[in-house]
């Protein structure tokens, strides 16, 4: 697996760890910025038998092979179901089960407490090259708290030779007595100009608006440039752009199907630009909206800015299990059309 080219710089960094390598590494930073791809990297980088001048991992050798078909005996990944039916659709896994029936329930988006006991046989036997164990979990903000608690207690006795590398994109959202017990590295998000010329070698057309609209996250602009549908946004953003309480109504309707979390970060990135425009007269997220945040930044007191503000970062706390998504949007946009009042 290849880092990407944002990432060199920390993957410099990461080398000078391996000499007196932690039993705990957490990865922290935006969503969006490839944290995963890059635990990933290294993970296979530890168990490859021929690692090559700056760490990185041969690509060749029998651990290496292993590891590319998802089936290295030393290594284990720990993720929400959600993440592995994405993955499996994706054609990311080995094909196993593809043919399987749809399951009645929807996969979990939590890292389950059964998922962190099935780790112990694993850390007990003996590793397959006398090397290292490595389990890589992510997002680390998706252990529910029996999981949190169980990874704890592995945590404080790490088994010997065995590596945990998590990724978090935020840390807030963690245990502090799990925080304590590794050792965290940043991945901060890439300069703008790096991230829009990879883009923009991936073909992504219009990759500068997708990139802005994703808060300068490439790998999330990369991702929603391929459906090509601002549509949810869009409706979003219009009524952003000229609140009132009948629209709030409608357009909740309309939204109902949209992720919650992607409308919360949306909204967020809205006052962002409007306090930014009010502060300052100029945003960042949404240049082709800078007239209609403009004619808002002149009537909107800075108080109700900053409630609204406040408000969405309490929401976007809870947007993963709301009781009714459509009351939830509902409430959301109710709350914003009257910060603007």
């Known amino acids: 697996m290849k880092i990407y080219p944002w990432q060199e710089a920390a993957w410099t960094q990461l080398q000078a760890m391996r000499a007196r390598l932690p039993h705990a590494i957490l990865f922290h930073g935006p969503a969006g910025i490839g944290k995963a791809d890059f635990i990933e990297a290294f993970a296979q980088s530890l168990l490859c038998e ?18 590319v ?11 929400p179901e959600a993440m ?7 054609g990311e896994e080995s094909g196993e089960g593809d043919r399987k029936a749809k399951p009645a329930k929807a996969p979990s988006k939590d890292i389950k407490i059964e998922q962190i006991r099935n780790l112990a046989d694993f850390m007990n036997m003996s590793t397959h090259r006398r090397g290292l164990r490595v389990v890589a979990l992510y997002p680390a903000e998706a252990l529910n708290m029996p999981a ?10 790490p ?4 590596v945990f590398l998590l990724a978090s994109n935020g840390l807030d959202r963690l245990l502090p007595t799990i925080l304590s017990r590794c050792r965290k590295f940043a991945l901060p998000m890439p300069e703008h100009a790096a991230a829009l010329a990879w883009l923009e070698a991936q073909g992504v057309h219009e990759a500068d608006a997708w990139l ?6 490439p790998l999330a602009a990369l991702a929603r440039s391929a459906g090509g549908n601002r549509e949810a946004l869009d409706i979003l953003l219009g009524f952003l752009a000229r609140p009132d309480v009948e629209g709030a109504l409608r357009q909740a309707d309309k939204l109902s199907k949209t992720p919650l979390a ?28 800078e007239k209609e945040l ?27 299990h709301p009781l009714s998504p459509k009351l939830f949007i509902e409430d959301m946009l109710l709350d914003y059309a009257a910060c603007c009042a």
């Open 50 to 67: 021929n690692v090559q001048g700056g760490g990185q991992a041969c690509g060749a050798c029998a651990s290496c092979g292993w590891f």
């Open 69 to 79: 078909q998802h089936n290295h005996p030393d290594y284990r990944r720990v993720r």
């Open 84 to 90: 592995e039916d994405e993955a499996g659709a994706e």
């Open 148 to 157: 949190s608690n169980a990874l704890l207690k592995t945590l404080e006795e």
């Open 159 to 162: 088994p010997p030779g065995t």
């Open 212 to 217: 802005r609209e994703e808060g300068g996250a």
């Open 262 to 289: 992607t409308l919360v970060s949306w909204q967020q990135r809205w006052l962002y630009d409007l306090l930014a425009c009010k502060l300052a007269g100029t945003g960042r997220y949404y240049p082709r909206h």
């Open 294 to 320: 403009a004619a808002l930044a002149a009537n909107v007191h800075t108080a109700n800015l900053l409630r609204a503000i406040k408000s969405a970062n309490e929401r976007r706390a809870v947007a993963d």
